[in-house]
């Protein structure tokens, strides 16, 4: 493949091309959320801003930023710490019980990657209200841990299925019980499959805009995907402001994609390999 | 799972993990996830406005559901996205894949640019180009042009494919980077042979390239299919279904139904037929790349 002697056009064009696609609109966003309000309407779009001014991340700072962003933690926080712990305790389960019981459960719990969640958002909303949580966070956490767990189970069972039989063995032997094994043995060595486990889960809660939609309502419990949207409708006529809510919700991400690339790519492509 | 059963069966003294273990998970999968879907179908014979208790309908609200005329639109919309959406993303997808898998150094540095749309929420994507594409303030503006003027969110004959282009933009990288995952496994030793035949690039990628990434393709396929088929997100802050229903899909139907016009029993039955079509979709698409899919990719190696 690499020695090719005439090089591929068309795929050269096509990259090229798909690299101005890609950059444009993200270049579009960061010189519009740099410019004052009013050069807004008079500059060219994708010119450098004449006045940079950090004013519409003021505002935006101003209008309850840090609360949205504060819940979409604790959001994503709670739901992926869950989704871990549940499904690494069900991996350990499925993989070394030999029961046909762990079979079926596996089965069952696989099934569930079929289920597209936005089908399921009535019930969801009906079963939200009549146990009380409509309008909180836990509204949010509960639904993300119930579809985040068998792409997880599938993932992290792989893995465990991999650590060698005669660790467990050893263990057994030196009287360890199943709950010693659970934290001492296969957490620590399932950490690579946790960790691109969790970083896709947090991606998709915190990017996760359905549930917040229909489960949430009042300001207090605004999530950042939910805030982008409102802010829309409160700046209307402010676009420089909106497009910096859009910079300042995707920062943390970016800092996460800068930092640790590869395991961010796994994660991503984790529920899609096969 | 076969080696792991054997081991246990030869030590045989302990059956292992307790089945406590899997009951959190189970607890939350089956409140959240499995009875919902079981209540879609209950609530599809229900009349429920979202506030009073539901209450028995039968067949009305699906006779109401298959006669509706926006719901048949919807349909025939989903049909046409799913459809125009496919033929858009997967020759580009396919395209950049085999081209990010070369090994030249610029090459990895465009990759990285590539993922950056992966970041992005769906609500974040759809106020910039909402923006991006107003007919006043945006690149119309910045090229000075009539052509890139156009109301492209507002006029209904041109919504549902600047959609399509935005849903590319979010998706193609995750397929491009699938494809480029499947180049790199082709044995370097098919494109020698072929080189040392004399076949041309173009052979070489209808006659090696495209038959040894059939696995891929299937799995890319899957994935768009299904995927365009229950999108919502994007394309609800993108245009909201409008202008005049142009990009109304089912999923936005299912929702307008439900939490925009208070009718659950139809807005169920949208959603029962999402899934029905979803779940056929996957299970054809399944059957198509056969049972014993990783050992015949190497066939004739």
């Known amino acids: 493949m690499k020695e090719q002697k005439r090089p591929n056009v068309l795929g050269g064009l096509a990259g090229w091309l798909w690299l101005l696609v890609v950059i444009v609109p993200i270049y579009y966003i960061v010189v519009t959320s740099l410019r004052p309000q009013q050069d807004y309407y008079d500059e060219n779009p994708l010119s450098l801003p004449g006045n940079p001014t950090l004013d519409a991340y003021q505002i935006v700072l101003e209008n309850e930023f840090v609360r949205y962003l504060t819940n979409s933690v604790l959001v994503t926080v709670g739901a992926v710490a869950v989704i871990l712990a549940v499904s690494l305790m069900a991996s350990y389960y499925v993989v070394r019980s030999a029961t046909r019981l762990a079979k079926r459960t596996l089965e069952l719990i696989l099934l569930g990657i079929a289920i597209p969640l936005q089908a399921t958002i009535i019930p969801v909303y009906y079963l939200i209200v009549q146990i009380g949580l409509y309008d909180t966070l836990w509204a949010l956490i509960l639904p993300s841990i119930a579809f985040g767990v068998p792409i997880s189970v599938l993932i992290i069972s792989n893995f465990v299925r991999d650590i060698p039989g005669e660790l467990f063995e050893s263990m057994r032997v030196d009287g360890a019980g199943e709950w010693r094994i659970l934290p001492t043995l296969v957490l620590p060595l399932s950490r690579p499959a946790l960790m691109t486990v969790g970083i896709y889960q947090a991606l998709q809660v915190w990017n996760g805009f359905l549930f917040p939609l229909v489960l949430t309502q009042s300001s207090g419990v605004r999530v950042l995907p939910l805030s982008l949207w409102s802010y829309q409708g409160e700046f209307s006529t402010n676009v420089p402001a909106v497009l910096a809510a859009v910079t300042l919700s995707v920062l943390p991400i970016l800092a996460a994609y800068v930092i640790g690339r590869r395991q961010l790519v796994s994660g991503l492509t984790a529920g899609f390999g096969k | ?301």
């Open chain 2, 1 to 301: 799972m076969a080696r792991a059963t054997q081991r246990s069966e030869v030590s045989g003294r302990t059956a292992g993990p307790p089945f406590v273990m899997a009951v959190p998970a189970l607890v939350f999968f089956a409140v959240f996830a499995l009875v919902p879907l079981g209540g879609v179908v209950v609530l599809s014979f229900m009349e429920w406005d979202g506030l009073a208790s539901p209450q028995w309908a039968g067949l009305a609200k699906w006779e109401q559901t298959l006669a509706d005329p926006v719901t048949r639109r919807a349909m025939w919309l989903t049909f046409v996205f799913t459809t125009v959406s496919y033929l858009f993303q997967a020759p580009v997808a396919l395209l950049l894949g085999v081209f990010m898998a070369g090994s030249q150094r610029y090459r990895a540095l465009l990759s990285v640019l590539y993922f950056l749309p992966l970041i992005f929420s769906a609500a974040a994507v759809g106020i910039t180009f909402q923006s991006l594409l107003d007919p006043n303030f945006g690149l119309s503006r910045a090229f000075n042009s009539d052509l890139l003027g156009q109301n492209w969110l507002g006029n209904p004959d041109l919504a549902l494919f600047v959609v399509v282009f935005v849903v590319a933009w979010c998706f193609v990288p995750l397929h491009s980077l699938l494809y480029q995952a499947g180049v790199r496994q082709i044995p370097a030793a098919l494109y020698e042979a072929a080189t040392l035949d004399g076949a041309g690039r173009l052979a070489q990628f209808a006659h090696i390239t495209l038959p040894q990434l059939r696995y891929t393709i299937i799995t890319s396929s899957t994935l768009m299919l299904v995927g365009s088929l229950t999108y919502f997100d994007l394309i609800f802050v993108l245009t909201g279904g409008g202008p005049g229903g142009a990009t109304r899909i089912l999923p936005l139907d299912m929702y307008l139904n439900g939490f925009r016009s208070y009718d659950m029993g139809q807005a169920s039955a949208v959603a029962v037929i999402l899934v029905v079509v979803g779940l056929a979709l996957g299970l054809m698409l399944n059957r198509l790349s056969g049972a014993s899919k990783m050992e015949s990719q190497q066939e004739g190696l």
